[in-house]
C-alpha cells in the first residue's frame, strides 16, 4: 500500500495523496446524505459514517480513507452538551474555567461511550484502501472546552495555562488518556495509521509549547504502533519542538516551506502537505501551477504524501480533487520535469482549463 | 525621547515602553468614558479620543501614546454599512467579493471625511510623549471587507486572491492609496511615529505574500518620513520577506524568538515587542518571570521598545501594566541580572506578589 509505505519512507510506484476533509460538502453525494442528519448524527449511524468514508474514495481514487468523524466525537460522548453548530464548529454551552468542571471530564468506555466508532471501523478495515483513524490533541481539544466555541486567538485557553498550570496540565492529561483511548479504539478496530490533530498549537510559542505540550503530545504518539500523522496548522516557528514527537510523518501547512523541511528532516520523518485549500478554488492554471510547485518543492526522495495544508473548503469543485490525485499519481514521482514553461502545455495541467469553475 | 530614540537604534537612558490598546477597555476610566459612546462615537469626539489616548499615559507612565482610533476608520468613514460590533470587530453589511464592489470605494479626502482625525492629533501633539499614529495594512483592511466580520483563516480574503488576482490587485493598490493617505494625515497634524498594522498577513506563505503583498507594504513604508513600526501576527515563517518592507521597528509577537531576531537583524532595524498578553492574566509570578525573560533576551543593545506581541486584553489588571512600565525602566538596561534565581527576590519582580489577581 503506496500510503503506509510512503509512511514508513519506502519506495512507492506513485507518490501517495488524500485530502484532509475530503468526505464533506464538497461532495454532492455527501450533502445529500447530510439532509437529514446532523453531524453527530451522521458519526453516530455506522452505515452513514461508512458511506460517507468511502464517498471519496470511489469518486476521487485517494490512496487513504479518513475515518467521518469529528475530533469532539469523544468529548460530546463525555458531555452532551458539547455540539457542533453548522458553519460555526463545536460549541459548548458551559465552557470549561475552573477545577470544579474537571469533574465533569471521565475516561472514555468506548464499548458504551462510542460503540458507532467501533463498528465503523471495523466495517472499513474490510476494505482494501488504508483507514486513518484520527484525533484531536489534548491542547486543541482543551481549546474547544475552554473557549466554549470558536476562536481567533485562543486566549481563554492560553489565560488559563497562565493562571492556573496546576489546573490545565490536569485537563491535558485526562484530554492525553481519551485521545490515546479513542485512537487505540480505531488501531483495534482496524485502523491502519492515525493522525493526530493539533490544529491549534500554533498559537503558542516554542517556550510555552515545551513546557506545558510536548511531553503529552510525546507521550501519545508514543504509545501507538501504527504509523502517526502529526498535524498541526501555522507552527514553522514550533518546527524544531514538534519533531522531538517523534511522529512517522510530519504534516505541514501552506506557511511551512516544504523544500526546507524535506532537507532538514526528510530522512527521519516522512512529510505530508502542504498546499493552501483556497488556492483549490482559483482557476485551472493556477491551481495547476501551485501543484507542480509543491510536487517539485517534494521532490523524489521516499517519505512524501501530497495534501493539503488544512481541509477541502465546501465550495471547492470535487473534479478538482479527482483531476489532482490522477496528476500527483503520473507526475509524482518525476523529478523537476514540472517546472515553469511545461505550464502551458496540456501534459503537465492537473486541472484542465476551465473545470475549477465548474464547468 | 527615548521612544523615538530607540526606533532610530540610539542608546537610551531607559528602555522605552508601550502596550497594544493600553487605551482600552483594561482600564476603569476608559469604560466610563465609553459607557454613553460607541466606539465609532468615541473615536469621531476629538475631546473624547484625547482623553482616551492619553488615560494610559498618565496612569502607566507609558513612553508613547497611540492615537485612539482603529484601523476601519478610514473604510467606515467611505463606507457607512462598516461599523465595528462589540465583542466582535469590524462588520460590513455586504463583504466585498466582485469588481462591481470596488465602486464602494474611493480615495480618502481628510478634511472632509476624517477632520475628526486632524482634530485629535493636533491636540495630542501639543503634549510632550511622543504619539504614534497607525493604519491598517492593505491586506489586512482587505480582509476585513472581504470577510465581512471577524474570521479565523480568512479564507474568502485568499480565495478572491487566488480567483481574482486582478482584482485583488486593484482592491489592495486602492486600499494602499488610503492607507497612505490616512498615515500621512496623521503625521501632518504631528504623529511622530506610524505603526502599519500588517496583523492578518501570517496566513499567507512567503511566496504569496512576496508576490501579492510585500511591493504594497514596501512603497507604503517606503512614502512615509517618521520612525515606522511593522506589525504582524504569526509570521515568523514570513520573517525574511517582511524585513525587505525596511521599517524602521520590526514588531513581533510571542512566536518569533526575541534573541534570534535580534541578533539577526538588530543591526537594521529596531524591535518590538513580544510578551504574550494573556500572560498577564497569570499570578504575579509568572508576569515577573516572563517579563524578566523578555527583557533577558532582548538584551542590552540600542533598538528595543518592550511592548506585547498582540493588544492589552480588556480583563488585564491595569496596575500590572503600570508595574511592568517602571519594572521595564528600572531593569531594561541591566543585561543579564535578572536571570534565573534573582526572580524570588523582591528586586526582580515587576509585579508585587498578589497585585495581579486584583488585590
Not at 519512507?9 to 488524500?18: I, Q
Not at 458519526?43 to 469529528?70: C, G, W
Not at 500554533?202 to 507521550?219: D, F, M, P
Not at 521516499?302 to 479527482?322: A, K, R, S
Request: aromatic share 6%.
Amino acid at each position: 500500500m503506496r500510503f503506509i509505505d510512503a509512511c514508513n519512507r519506502r519506495p512507492v510506484d506513485k507518490t501517495p495523496v488524500w485530502f484532509m476533509r475530503q468526505a464533506g460538502r464538497s461532495l454532492p453525494e455527501y450533502r445529500r446524505l447530510r439532509e437529514s442528519n446532523d453531524i453527530l448524527q451522521a458519526i453516530k449511524n455506522p452505515e452513514i459514517a461508512y458511506e460517507i468514508t468511502m464517498q471519496p474514495v470511489r469518486r476521487h481514487k485517494v490512496d487513504a480513507a479518513i475515518l467521518f468523524s469529528d475530533i469532539i466525537v469523544p468529548l460530546a460522548a463525555l458531555d452532551p452538551t458539547m455540539t457542533i453548530v453548522p458553519g460555526k464548529g463545536p460549541v459548548i454551552s458551559k465552557p470549561f474555567r475552573s477545577s470544579s468542571d474537571l469533574s465533569r471530564l471521565r475516561q472514555l468506555e468506548p464499548t458504551e461511550d462510542i460503540p458507532y466508532v467501533i463498528e465503523t471501523v471495523k466495517e472499513l478495515a474490510k476494505s482494501p484502501v488504508p483507514l486513518i483513524g484520527f484525533a484531536g490533541a489534548p491542547f486543541t481539544l482543551a481549546s474547544y472546552l475552554i473557549e466554549g466555541g470558536p476562536s481567533r486567538d485562543h486566549r481563554n485557553t492560553k489565560a488559563l495555562m497562565a493562571q492556573d498550570p496546576v489546573l490545565f496540565e490536569k485537563l491535558l492529561d485526562i484530554l492525553a488518556g481519551i485521545t490515546l483511548t479513542f485512537l487505540k479504539t480505531q488501531i483495534d478496530a482496524g485502523a491502519q495509521a492515525i493522525q493526530l490533530f493539533d490544529s491549534w498549537v500554533g498559537t503558542l510559542s516554542e517556550y510555552h509549547y515545551r513546557k506545558h505540550i510536548l511531553r503529552t503530545t510525546q507521550a501519545i504518539l508514543g504509545a501507538i504502533e501504527v504509523p502517526t500523522i502529526h498535524y498541526s496548522l501555522g507552527t514553522s516557528h514550533l518546527l524544531s519542538a514538534i519533531v522531538e514527537t517523534q511522529p512517522s510523518v510530519l504534516s505541514l501547512d501552506w506557511r511551512v516551506p516544504l523544500l526546507r523541511t524535506r532537507s532538514d528532516f526528510g530522512d527521519r520523518f516522512a512529510i505530508q502537505g502542504n498546499l493552501d485549500p483556497t488556492i483549490l478554488l482559483a482557476p485551472s492554471q493556477i491551481i495547476n501551477k501551485e501543484v507542480n510547485r509543491t510536487l517539485e518543492e517534494a521532490g523524489t526522495a521516499p517519505g512524501y504524501i501530497f495534501n493539503l495544508g488544512h481541509g477541502v473548503l465546501p465550495e471547492t469543485d470535487p473534479q478538482v480533487l479527482t483531476n489532482i490525485v490522477e496528476w500527483v499519481h503520473e507526475y509524482g514521482l518525476s523529478g523537476d520535469s514540472l517546472s515553469g514553461d511545461s505550464l502551458s502545455g496540456e501534459s503537465s495541467s492537473p486541472v484542465p482549463s476551465g473545470c475549477s469553475d465548474g464547468s
